[in-house]
């Protein structure tokens, strides 16, 4: 099973709603990722956060407002979002940002899917 | 037989045969590299991971192998059994300022009865 929590597992909203995306880990991981997945597609990085700082935004559009509250959480804002931004939202996390240390792999949440009506 | 969809190439195998499934990296500097398991309406789950300065990796069931000089991963997976039906991402890991987790396009592995 997964420890990394994200939720909503569903979520649908209109152009103008203001939503958000929750994600949760205790595994003490000091990074937060958050990826974008369309169906048959790989996910791409938007997001991500180290020691609680953004670190990368990956010109992602101001309609996506990402926040880390603190190490455990991480969440996304959602506002006048279309209809193309329907998606999986996946959440991710690792020890650090920085590869290849020993049993620093990124793990992945169920996602959150997301429509925009 | 592997085949080459509109959007996702797919590999059919047998069940109890070895799969192979390939994926070609894009940044001669990366130097780390994973493979990920997508369950259908799952997230993406850790398989194996292998450092550039290796060129193969076992565990349990699966083998990593990397050829650095054509810039090239594969995952081979022993006795294919029906769960191992999925989505297979290879990801390398790149630095551009920050370091990246740079995902392949996938491969979908179905496993025939």
């Known amino acids: 099973d997964t420890e990394v929590t994200q939720t909503p597992k569903h979520l649908v909203m209109g152009m103008t709603n203001k939503k958000s995306l929750k994600c949760e880990q205790h595994?003490?991981?000091?990074?937060m990722y958050w990826y974008k997945q369309k169906a048959k597609k790989p996910p791409e990085l938007m997001f991500v956060?180290?020691?609680?700082?953004?670190?990368i935004n990956e010109s992602v559009p101001s309609r996506f407002s990402p926040e880390c509250p603190n190490s455990s959480l991480l969440n996304l804002h959602l506002h006048a979002l279309q209809p193309e931004d329907s998606a999986l939202y996946l959440c991710?996390?690792?020890?650090?940002?920085?590869?290849?240390?020993?049993?620093?792999?990124?793990?992945f949440g169920e996602g959150s899917w997301l429509t925009v009506v | 037989g592997e085949s080459v969809g509109l959007h996702l190439p797919t590999l059919s195998v047998q069940e109890g045969d070895n799969s192979i499934i390939n994926c070609a990296y894009s940044n001669s500097a990366s130097d780390y590299f994973i493979w990920y398991k997508q369950e259908s309406g799952k997230g993406p789950q850790f398989i194996i991971d292998i450092r550039s300065n290796m060129d193969k990796r076992q565990g349990q069931r699966v083998t990593v192998l990397l050829n650095k000089t054509v810039k090239h991963l594969s995952l081979q997976i022993a006795a294919t059994q029906p769960g191992d039906s999925a989505v297979y991402f290879c990801a390398e890991i790149t630095q551009a300022g920050t370091y990246k987790y740079i995902f392949g396009t996938g491969t979908r592995l179905k496993v025939l009865a």
């Open positions: 991710a996390s690792s020890l650090s940002s920085a590869p290849g240390v020993s049993g620093n792999t990124i793990y």
């Open positions: 595994m003490g991981h000091r990074a």
């Open positions: 956060y180290s020691y609680e700082k953004l670190s």
